[in-house]
C-alpha cells in the first residue's frame, strides 16, 4: 500500500502546486512544465530589463541586479559538465588528427593535447 501511495505521488509531482491555483493557472502550469532550457526566461528577462531602463532611469540599483540575474542564467546556460568538456576536447582533438595534420594544417594542435 504505502509503495503505491509514493508512486502516485510521484507520477504527478505538479499536483503539490496545482492544488493552489484555479483552472487557468493549471492549464498555465502545464503549459510551462513543456518549457526545456531557460532560452525564454533570459530573453523575457532582457526586455523586462529594458522597460525598467526606460520606465526607471535612475535605478541604478534596480538595473544591475537585472543584469546580474540575466548574467546568472546564461551561465547557467552555458555551463557544461567535466564529462562535457572531456568530451568536446577529444573531439577537438580527433578532428585535429584526423583532419587537420593531414591536410597540414598544425596550429594550435599542441595546445589543444595539453
Known amino acids: 500500500m504505502a509503495a503505491k501511495r509514493k508512486s502516485q505521488r510521484r507520477s504527478s509531482p505538479r499536483s503539490f502546486y496545482s492544488r493552489a491555483l484555479d483552472e487557468a493557472e493549471k492549464l498555465e502550469l502545464e503549459e510551462a512544465s513543456q518549457v526545456e532550457g531557460i532560452d525564454e526566461e533570459i530573453a523575457l528577462l532582457r526586455v523586462k530589463l529594458r522597460e525598467l531602463l526606460a520606465e ?50 598544425g596550429v594550435g594542435v599542441k595546445m589543444v593535447s595539453k
Not at 535605478?59 to 546580474?68: G, K, S, V
Not at 551561465?75 to 573531439?91: C, G, M, N, V
Open 56 to 105: 526607471q532611469p535612475e535605478r541604478i540599483d534596480l538595473h544591475f541586479e537585472a543584469a546580474n540575474i540575466i548574467a546568472r542564467l546564461v551561465k547557467t546556460r552555458y555551463q557544461i559538465t567535466k564529462e562535457q568538456k572531456k568530451s568536446l576536447k577529444e573531439a577537438i582533438q580527433k578532428v585535429l588528427t584526423e583532419v587537420a595534420v593531414p591536410l597540414g594544417v
